[in-house]
């Protein structure tokens, strides 16, 4: 069974940092690229960083650049999103969804069609707060 599963979110105080977990199961996570994605209340789902299946090319959001890194661990079949400097206006739902082709960007800002992810896992709540 094609399975994504996030953890890693939680409460954190302005500032803080967390590492966002996406295992993936029935499949091979390295084959794919990978993106993160978030969704606050009332607000679209956006993209916030991806990493590529063939070169292991990097992108993100202008509003995370900096403060976010992504990566993979192939023994393990998981991608992680590691953040720091993290502000109230983080707080959201994440999500990790599986490329139907690779990450695309647009001026080089992670500019992803979400129609083009499947493989979405339930996602993980980060709230930031004092």
């Known amino acids: 069974q094609v399975q994504l599963v996030e953890s890693g979110g939680g409460l954190v105080h302005p500032g803080g940092s967390l590492r966002l977990s996406c295992a993936a199961s029935?499949?091979?996570?390295?084959?794919?690229?990978v993106g993160w994605f978030r969704q606050a209340p009332g607000k679209e789902r956006e993209g916030v960083a991806c990493?590529?299946?063939?070169?292991?090319?990097?992108t993100y959001a202008d509003s995370v650049k900096g403060r976010v890194t992504i990566s993979r661990d192939g023994g393990r079949n998981t991608v992680y999103l590691r953040m720091i400097s993290l502000k109230p206006e983080d707080t959201a739902v994440y999500h990790c969804?599986?490329?139907?082709?690779?990450?695309?960007?647009?001026?080089?800002?992670?500019?992803?069609?979400?129609?083009?992810?499947?493989?979405w896992g339930l996602g993980t709540q980060v709230t930031v707060s004092s």
């Open positions: 029935g499949f091979i996570l390295e084959y794919h690229a």
């Open positions: 969804a599986v490329a139907l082709g690779d990450c695309t960007a647009y001026s080089g800002t992670y500019s992803p069609n979400l129609g083009e992810y499947s493989y």
């Open positions: 990493i590529s299946s063939s070169d292991g090319l990097l």
